[in-house]
């Protein structure tokens, strides 16, 4: 790509010379000394990444561009772990929050704003009357364990994907009280076999489930078959089926994996994308459902608080007016197609699967070996100005065609020159 189109309003700052990591180096120092892990996010942390060749502290952003704190320019397909569905510093983002701002932040009584962005919610989701808003995703689907619960007189769960890190979900990682470990069954739905293994365990011990609380993979698209399948058998055993929506939720459709999949849940668990990157989540479904959660202790002091609330309300707004879903996938299917014939035409093993507006990188099925293919690519991305994660990466409103193009072409430059450098590494 020559310097002209390098040039480009939309395209990231050429990075001359050596990647300059200096303050960014000089803050991990410190976030090492006073953070514990580094990052508030386990996702966000530099191992994550490409260390010593990747940014580790990012100051501002506009659109899809961002800026890390030594002044460098890039891409971001990161977008804020798929919240900022509208890019950084979207009008109906910062529109709301300045003018919202002389009123409040919290009130000690409930304002009018809890009940219009329930309503704008109830408008967007299928199956949804009653809303309880939250404010992470561990949050909401935390709440729908404790709601399903109630609603059947079960306490056995099945867990389908990540659903926060709360006890009930994280069952088997340090700290947590081994004798939850009883009441929780992790399944996989990475392979075609895993489904059987999902419809069976349903089967077998559908007397003793709440549910089935899913979050759908991003290493390939479920067939709405299985998933009309699932609803069904579900359904026989009395166990409810709730979609972990933070991330698909206003992504795969304006109605989510619910509409995309055309599969009823008996509610849904929403986060990221409800407020484009303010902290919201939400629960949302029927009211004979939704009702109940008055019965139980679920409560939280900031979810209503006010600016979360009006910015959920103006961007869903704003989603209902546009054609952001159609772009997302255009874009997103593009990105795909470009890379995965780069990577054919070069013998890379590199290819991007998955759903379109959730691109997913993948080398090897191995992890570990996808981890260590992956990290080199991830830094000779990050040195031509594209950020990326290292599987799961999301197109947002704000990409534009040419963002994508060089992005391809990129990719195309990073895999030729690793594959150029391969013998001398496996020699080392």
């Not at 963002?403 to 990719?411: C, F, G, P, R, W």
Request: charged share 20%.
């Amino acid at each position: 790509m020559d310097s002209s189109q390098r040039n480009h309003p939309s395209l990231p700052r050429p990075i001359i010379g050596e990647m300059k990591l200096d303050y960014s180096n000089r803050l991990l120092a410190e976030a090492k000394r006073l953070v514990p892990g580094v990052s508030q996010s386990m996702m966000k942390k530099p191992e994550m990444f490409a260390p010593g060749a990747f940014p580790v502290f990012l100051a501002r952003g506009q659109g899809t561009l961002v800026e890390d704190v030594d002044g460098q320019q890039y891409i971001d397909f990161i977008c804020g772990l798929g919240a900022n569905m509208l890019g950084h510093n979207h009008p109906d983002v910062v529109g709301p929050i300045r003018r919202h701002l002389d009123e409040g932040l919290l009130h000690s009584l409930p304002t009018p704003v809890e009940v219009t962005a329930a309503q704008a919610l109830v408008d967007m989701i299928p199956g949804a009357e009653m809303v309880r808003f939250f404010k992470t995703g561990a949050d909401a689907t935390s709440a729908a364990v404790r709601l399903a619960r109630y609603l059947t007189g079960r306490e056995r769960i099945i867990t389908v994907g990540y659903n926060g890190w709360h006890d009930h979900f994280q069952y088997d990682t340090p700290g947590v009280p081994a004798a939850l470990a009883a009441l929780t069954q992790r399944m996989p739905l990475f392979t075609v076999p895993d489904e059987a293994a999902l419809l069976t365990s349903i089967e077998q011990n559908g007397k003793q489930l709440a549910m089935v609380l899913l979050s759908v993979p991003y290493n390939r698209v479920l067939s709405r078959e299985f998933l009309q399948t699932l609803r069904a058998t579900c359904t026989a055993h009395g166990v409810l089926l709730v979609l972990d929506e933070v991330v698909t939720g206003f992504r795969l459709a304006l109605g989510g994996a619910q509409e995309f999949f055309d599969v009823k849940a008996d509610f849904v668990c929403l986060s990221k994308s409800i407020a484009a990157g303010m902290p919201l989540s939400a629960i949302a479904g029927p009211e004979r459902h939704l009702s109940k959660l008055a019965d139980l202790q679920v409560s939280t002091t900031f979810g209503g608080e006010l600016l979360s609330l009006a910015v959920c309300e103006s961007v869903l707004g704003g989603y209902r007016k546009s054609g952001y879903i159609e772009h997302l996938a255009t874009l997103g299917r593009r990105l795909r197609e470009g890379v995965n014939a780069r990577a054919e035409q070069l013998g890379s093993p590199l290819r991007v699967i998955g759903y379109d507006a959730i691109p997913f990188f993948l080398f090897d099925k191995n992890p570990v070996e996808h981890g260590k293919r992956m990290q080199p690519f991830q830094a000779g991305m990050a040195r031509r100005g594209v950020l990326l994660r290292r599987d799961v990466n999301f197109i947002c409103a704000a990409h534009t065609a040419e963002q994508i193009e060089y992005t391809i072409e990129m990719a195309g430059e990073v895999m030729q020159s690793l594959l150029a450098s391969a013998p001398a590494v496996s020699a080392a």
